[in-house]
């Protein structure tokens, strides 16, 4: 009886607009945490190095055993898959860190929950903001490898509808488990942040993100089919650069439209997944006295 | 009463080795504790270095540079303990008032690093011996060492130089507020590629090569790897005993340079205001 009365979720949900204010000040307020710590040049900078530095660990491995052979197909195959895979870090990584940050370090968690917003939407909503940061970070990536290491990306044949779709729906189904970690992350004490961690690391090996799934042993392999991060990237490579995806047969058996109904398939799979994972996991952090719990992360 | 009862203090070069060990020791403790560390501790690195040897294998590369990998891999541990458990460690104390404390109390700031290196090294050597038998365990990494004692050598002294960066770094988080893990988070990515940690150094123009080794572990993994791996020399920088003989020189210059660092960030911590402020 009391849990029930706790819970004013479904009633915010009703309200007229209330989600859309939710979304507006979660990202707004995600904006200034992201930002506002340093002057916008320092900001601008630190957006830039780590990213490209990232993607020139993979540049200098690749040359030095090519010898700088930037034009055989496998370079762009792993350069834009580890572009694109700023991604999932940024996004799924980043609704789950939005409960850590809220949570233990600015203890604002409680607040939060006793204002007027829908809690699911506030994470999405501040996971939006580092969807921004991240979309800076993969555009100056894509950029760099254009301009300076030839990444056969020709702006006129790019399938720009395809790629537009695909990406929607990619970082739909990446915030839909994001907050679906994030859930899970209200349950959990010590050592959330190694969460999040641990499923991108994973999702970052066996995803085929910067390697064809062929690498991998083949009793390996069945586990990068299961993701669906496989099939967004494959799907994001046909149509910025098709020519060279084809190349690659991993998962030449499927047409786009199959690959695009995966992915809707998949996103409203782990929208499901992602409200109930809320639903329960709120309600049991609520019982249990978790939502202004401090560990010392 | 209680004022009165007599209490054996430590002084000087005791109490100095007592701070030491204070702080080393829930370092060592939080390890046995807190066991899901240890296992995310050496999971995450695993993953990255399976990930780096499976770019190798696709573009078919020599054997030797997945053992690079590996012991690149395991080398990372040692550079988080010193972004997150040692540079930043005064602004998580910061944080959570301990700082102040530290301030205040009568022993040396340089201790309780000192401390906080030995204990975070003692942890983390545990954290990249295992990352490494994972490595030859998985990925058959052959490691055949041609000089153990030279090898251990250029371990001890890249730990004394890494660790007194760590300790010079962490004076200047004194003054550090939310920043302090914005910084920490970008010297990740940059320094794994200036040092090398998933290709050797050689890879690089002279210069840059030379410039990044500033960072002790940019020499000192180039030296392991010259001595741990038959063809590991023909890929090395520099020769081993010059590489040594430059981790001595860093040795000296960062444990020097932290001291000095401490005592004037700490007074100009104290003259600003910064050691209990709080802008997260």
Request: aromatic content about 14%; proline content about 4%.
């Amino acid at each position: 009886m009391q849990a029930a009365q706790s819970v004013p979720t479904p009633a915010l949900a009703g309200e007229k607009g209330i989600i859309q204010r939710t979304l507006k000040s979660a990202a707004w307020l995600g904006w200034q945490i992201e930002s506002n710590w340093t002057d916008p040049l320092i900001f601008l900078i630190y957006s830039v190095i780590k990213p490209l530095a990232s993607a020139s660990i993979l540049v200098v491995m690749y040359s030095v055993i090519t010898g700088g052979n930037f034009e055989n197909p496998v370079f762009p195959y792993i350069y834009l898959g580890n572009a694109f895979y700023i991604y999932v870090a940024v996004v799924l990584n980043g609704v789950s860190w939005c409960v850590i940050e809220d949570r233990e370090q600015y203890r604002m968690l409680k607040y939060i929950y006793i204002a007027p917003v829908v809690i699911p939407f506030y994470l999405l909503g501040r996971g939006f903001a580092k969807f921004a940061f991240g979309s800076l970070a993969v555009f100056i990536t894509v950029t760099f490898g254009v301009l300076f290491l030839k990444v056969p990306l020709d702006l006129a044949l790019v399938d720009w509808p395809l790629f537009f779709l695909s990406l929607f729906l990619g970082i739909l189904m990446l915030a839909m488990m994001g907050l679906t970690l994030g859930s899970v992350v209200l349950l959990i004490v010590n050592n959330v942040y190694f969460v999040g961690e641990a499923v991108a690391g994973a999702l970052f090996l066996f995803s085929g993100a910067i390697f064809p799934l062929d690498v991998l042993p083949a009793w390996l392999r069945p586990i990068g089919y299961a993701m669906p991060i496989t099939y967004w990237l494959e799907l994001v490579r046909r149509a910025l650069i098709g020519s060279v995806a084809e190349t690659f047969q991993t998962l030449a058996g499927f047409s786009n439209g199959q690959l695009i109904a995966i992915l809707v398939g998949l996103t409203l799979l782990f929208t499901v997944i992602a409200f109930i994972t809320f639903r329960y996991c709120d309600h049991q952090a609520r019982e249990k006295g978790y939502i202004d719990r401090v560990t010392n992360f | 009463m209680v004022l009165k009862a007599k209490v054996h203090k430590n002084t000087g070069l005791n109490l100095f080795v007592q701070t030491i060990i204070g702080r080393a020791y829930p370092r060592v403790v939080g390890l046995l504790r807190e066991r899901t560390w240890f296992f995310f501790d050496v999971l995450l690195p695993v993953i990255s270095v399976s990930a780096y040897v499976f770019i190798y294998r696709a573009i078919q590369a020599p054997d030797i540079y997945i053992g690079f990998v590996v012991m690149g891999g395991a080398m990372t541990a040692f550079w988080l303990n010193i972004l997150w458990a040692m540079s930043s460690q005064m602004y998580w104390e910061k944080e959570t008032g301990n700082l102040a404390l530290y301030i205040m109390a009568p022993n040396s700031l340089m201790a309780i690093l000192l401390g906080m290196a030995l204990g975070g090294l003692f942890a983390t050597s545990q954290r990249a011996l295992v990352i490494t038998l994972a490595g030859i365990f998985l990925f058959g990494v052959q490691i055949e060492v041609s000089n153990y004692l030279l090898l251990f050598a250029v371990f001890m002294l890249t730990m004394v130089a890494l660790y007194g960066l760590g300790m010079m770094t962490a004076s200047l988080f004194l003054l550090l507020n939310r920043e302090a893990w914005h910084f920490s988070n970008m010297a990740q990515e940059p320094i794994y590629l200036a040092s090398g940690f998933y290709f050797p150094i050689k890879s690089f123009d002279f210069w840059i090569a030379a410039s990044a080794s500033i960072i002790p572990l940019t020499l000192g993994l180039d030296a392991m790897r010259q001595l741990s791996f038959p063809g590991g020399p023909a890929l090395g920088f520099i020769d081993v005993n010059i590489e040594l003989a430059v981790l001595a020189l860093l040795s000296v210059a960062f444990l020097f340079g932290a001291k000095w660092l401490l005592g004037y960030m700490e007074r100009l911590a104290i003259r600003e205001g910064r050691l209990t402020d709080s802008r997260r």
